[in-house]
């Protein structure tokens, strides 16, 4: 006797109090609040502002707990809410020379003007694990220096004074940018539109798209030009105003990667660029960013077109992983109706086949 | 099993974070709401739209919902079906979204709904005029297996060059003897326009042609939209010598002796053993309550 | 109810609710552009200052906003409290180009240019067009036409009034174009009715 399935709300219902119980866990251990998450795994908190674009710490914080640490499913959270704000305007650019520098390094000179900023870097950690850690350490106080007040001059611009590097794209030619947010992707696309795409797009896709660049893939002799972290001020234009009003502070992270590039028809030998800026401290998603930025510049420098990364289409329309998880997850979901067409045809085939008279022979004759 | 509207209240909703009516903000369902009608203007063309994300993941009816959302009303009877039935868990989540966000009533009844959101299934019931049919679209693009690459593919829409698809279901019909596609099999609407109907199967491709109802198609992670109006000519692509044809089931549903459905496959035992039932679930036990009897009634 | 007489009349005279107002609106021009030649009826509390009609103005408040152009004819655009209305309750940008117009928006029927001269979208993309929005008196009499296409079961008729010049001629050349062309709205006192490009129009006998 078969019954209809019914009962799928009460089963929803009773699934999500099963995932709400195992969300908090061990009642006998201390609830995570908002504030840990903040303080002490902000470099998470940073992945999902950035991928989820959107500027929020404690929003992200929340998105964090509220997904059990699944860092796809909080930039998830964090882009649906993100979605239903108003739009109120655009910032100006923001100017990173001007940046309060926290960490700052060049792997193109020995020192530079600002000098060499380590920072709270994971770089030259020994990776062994840290009991002390373990049972809640106290840290030493650290140095601090008071902030330089002075612009830092970027790399790119020493370079540029030369003419070495080729210089940066004239904004001024399109003062209000895409945004892809608002507006349908249309390829090929303009830089600031594939910029904003890949500055939300998945660290890790992005990671592996950059790598392979390293290993032959489209291979772009890239060097860092400099990586710099820290908070920039964010400027909005009020009509009503005649000065631009100022917003308050984000941090960044800017990579700015200069590439060897010997020329083609289109321009000559020269250092080329590759830009990669992201919320918060997240060093690893803006070089790997500025990689493929320059690797997708291909057609714009008249290179061969040889490899994934170069090719804008591809990459840009995976690298998003709330769409890219949904998709493979959905999966998941009943897809009956259209297994059954499937198993008809292929009962039919078979016995077509077996029967060693079917049209197929018909049609070949 | 119909629920009444109620009063919107978003009350319970926390103050950290704040929704409108039917979740998607203004901005957003006008330029949705454009697109529509820029899709009903030209059948069967698909709309870009900046699609949003959505609080379902991409994939599970993101299009399908912002479809909805930006035309859902006080005064709407909304129905979701998934595979043809309104109890599978993802379109019981989906109207509970629309239920949260909006208050309208819902219904499992085709006949009473003004507005049905769907995955994968045409309802039974005939669809009458003033009911929107909403469809949730994976892939909108037809040719994208033959041609992965966007700009390859708006190309031959522009020009017309369908001929790669019809190759394909030549090559069908050379290896297979008959097109080997049963499912989001590809219509011409308005002999203009080759069009993914969205992974129905075929046998719900003869609804789509003159079918009283505006049918909309919203595919959320491809950000596309497209219509097609009431009364529109929407034929499935085929040959002279290969017409077109529907499956055709060899019994009729177990539990209703429904002879002209889509069945569904049950698996009753781990010996073969398994039945055939409508995969509408609203046009079964309407016929069930009609005094309609498949052999495991009777 | 004189808006006009109020100093700061473009403040006033939007949607009420303009949630439930737009919906209710847009589902009227939905259905319209989905059966086109039928008489939707249309419900709204909108007061803009003339001599733009209250149709006109809730279809704009529905559909337009800052990510959308608007055309103005003379005479709308000569009226700076028309202007402003537009520009408080949409935000759109007025724009002087016909053929970059989003929604152009026409008073004076009389008076318009060709439906050549607006946008027509690309064939890749047919959507990039202008939708008219056009202020007529009658939806009940005028020029009889004789409707055919998607959204019409057989065939419909639709009077309309007044009727831009050398209308038969030039829809045909809308339809010509396919999928590139315009689309029209068109906003009686408390109803609308649409012509999609994908309508054929024949002017009835008699």
Redesign the interface.
């Known amino acids: 006797m078969y019954v209809a399935v019914k009962g799928g709300e009460t089963a929803i219902d009773n699934a999500h109090r099963l995932l709400a119980d195992r969300r908090r866990g061990n009642r006998d251990v201390a609830e995570l609040g908002l504030d840990h998450i903040m303080e002490q795994l902000s470099q998470a908190v940073d992945r999902v502002m950035s991928e989820g674009a959107l500027y929020d710490r404690e929003l992200a914080a929340l998105a964090i707990k509220q997904a059990r640490g699944d860092m796809i499913e909080a930039i998830f959270l964090a882009r649906a809410y993100r979605t239903t704000l108003p739009r109120f305007g655009y910032t100006n650019p923001v100017d990173t020379a001007a940046m309060q520098v926290e960490r700052r390094i060049s792997a193109c000179f020995k020192d530079l003007p600002g000098g060499q900023l380590l920072g709270p870097t994971f770089d030259y950690t020994h990776r062994l694990l840290d009991p002390g850690l373990a049972e809640g350490a106290t840290p030493e106080t650290p140095e601090t220096r008071a902030p330089e007040q002075a612009r830092m001059m970027r790399v790119s611009d020493f370079l540029g004074q030369e003419g070495l590097l080729e210089p940066a794209p004239d904004g001024s030619a399109k003062p209000v940018p895409d945004d892809i947010a608002r507006t349908p992707m249309t390829y090929p696309l303009d830089r600031d539109a594939r910029l904003q795409a890949l500055a939300r797009g998945d660290e890790g896709f992005l990671l592996s798209m950059a790598y392979s660049t390293q290993r032959g893939y489209a291979r772009s002799h890239p060097f860092a030009g400099e990586i710099r972290i820290g908070e920039v001020e964010l400027e909005l234009e009020v009509p009503e105003l005649d000065f631009a009003a100022p917003l308050g502070r984000i941090q960044v992270t800017e990579c700015q990667m200069v590439n060897q590039f010997q020329g083609s028809a289109k321009a000559p030998p020269q250092f080329t660029r590759g830009y990669g800026l992201v919320f918060g401290q997240a060093e690893r998603k803006a070089m790997a960013m500025s990689l493929v930025d320059r690797s997708l510049r291909a057609t714009e420098l008249g290179e061969d077109l040889v490899a994934p990364a170069q090719d804008e289409e591809f990459v840009i329309a995976h690298a998003d992983n709330v769409q890219a998880t949904g998709f493979v997850e959905h999966l998941k979901l009943p897809h009956y109706v259209d297994f059954q067409s499937e198993l008809d045809l292929v009962r039919r085939l078979r016995a077509e086949a077996a029967a060693g008279t079917g049209e197929a022979r018909e049609a070949a004759e | 099993m119909n629920t009444e509207a109620r009063a919107f209240d978003w009350a319970e909703a926390p103050a950290i974070a704040t929704y409108n009516f039917a979740y998607l903000d203004e901005q957003s369902k006008r330029m949705i709401r454009r697109a529509i009608l820029k899709g009903i203007a030209v059948p069967g063309y698909q709309v870009p739209f900046a699609s949003r994300e959505m609080p379902m993941p991409y994939g599970w009816g993101t299009g399908g919902v912002q479809v909805t959302a930006s035309i859902i009303g006080p005064d709407d009877t909304l129905k979701v079906i998934d595979q043809g039935a309104d109890d599978t868990t993802n379109a019981i989540s989906i109207r509970k979204f629309f239920q949260r966000t909006t208050g309208v009533r819902t219904t499992t009844a085709t006949t009473e709904a003004s507005i049905i959101q769907t995955r994968h299934r045409i309802p039974e019931t005939p669809l009458t005029a003033g009911q929107v049919l909403v469809y949730q679209v994976p892939i909108p693009e037809p040719l994208r297996f033959l041609e992965p690459r966007e700009t390859e593919t708006r190309t031959m829409h522009a020009l017309e060059e369908y001929g790669v698809m019809h190759v394909k279901l030549y090559e069908d019909i050379a290896r297979h003897g008959h097109i080997a596609t049963t499912y989001a099999y590809p219509v011409m609407v308005q002999g203009r326009y080759v069009t993914d109907p969205s992974p129905t199967p075929k046998f719900d491709n003869p609804k789509m042609d003159q079918c009283p109802a505006l049918q909309l198609f919203g595919a959320g992670r491809e950000m596309r939209i497209y219509a097609i109006p009431p009364w529109t000519e929407v034929t499935s692509l085929d040959f002279e010598d290969h017409p077109f044809a529907v499956q055709a089931f060899d019994r009729p549903c177990a539990l209703c002796g429904a002879d002209d459905v889509f069945l569904d496959e049950v698996i009753m035992d781990d010996q073969g053993g398994r039945m055939f039932v409508c995969s509408d679930t609203d046009h079964c036990n309407g016929r069930q309550q009609a005094g309609h009897a498949g052999e495991q009634e009777t | 109810m004189q808006p006009s007489l109020r100093p700061e009349s473009f403040l006033e005279g939007g949607f009420a609710d ?3 107002g ?3 609106v ?2 009227c ?3 319209a ?3 086109p030649g039928t008489v939707q009826p249309i419900s709204h509390d909108l007061q803009p200052p003339e001599p733009m009609t209250a149709t006109m103005a809730a279809i704009a408040a ?7 152009s608007i055309w103005l004819d003379a005479t709308l655009a000569a009226n700076a409290q028309v202007v402003k209305w537009l520009g408080f309750h949409t935000g759109a940008p007025v724009t002087p180009r016909a053929d970059q117009a ?1 929604f152009a928006l026409v008073g004076d029927i009389g008076a318009m240019p060709a439906l050549a001269d607006f946008a027509q979208g ?6 990039r ?1 202008s ?1 008219l929005v056009l202020a007529v008196e009658h939806l009940d009499r005028g020029m009889a036409l004789d409707l055919s ?5 057989d065939s419909r008729t639709l009077r309309f009034a007044p009727v831009p010049s050398d209308f038969i001629a030039q829809w045909a050349a809308n339809g010509a174009r ?2 590139r062309g315009v ?1 029209l709205i068109l906003a009686a006192p408390g109803a609308v009715a649409c012509l ?3 309508t054929r129009v024949r002017q009835e006998e008699g």
């Open positions: 303009p949630v439930l737009g919906q209710a847009f589902r021009i939905m259905q552009m989905a059966e529905t559909l337009c906003d800052a990510d959308t989003t690309t064939d890749s993309y047919p959507d067009s939708t296409g998607p959204g019409i079961r396919f999928p689309d999609p490009r994908s």
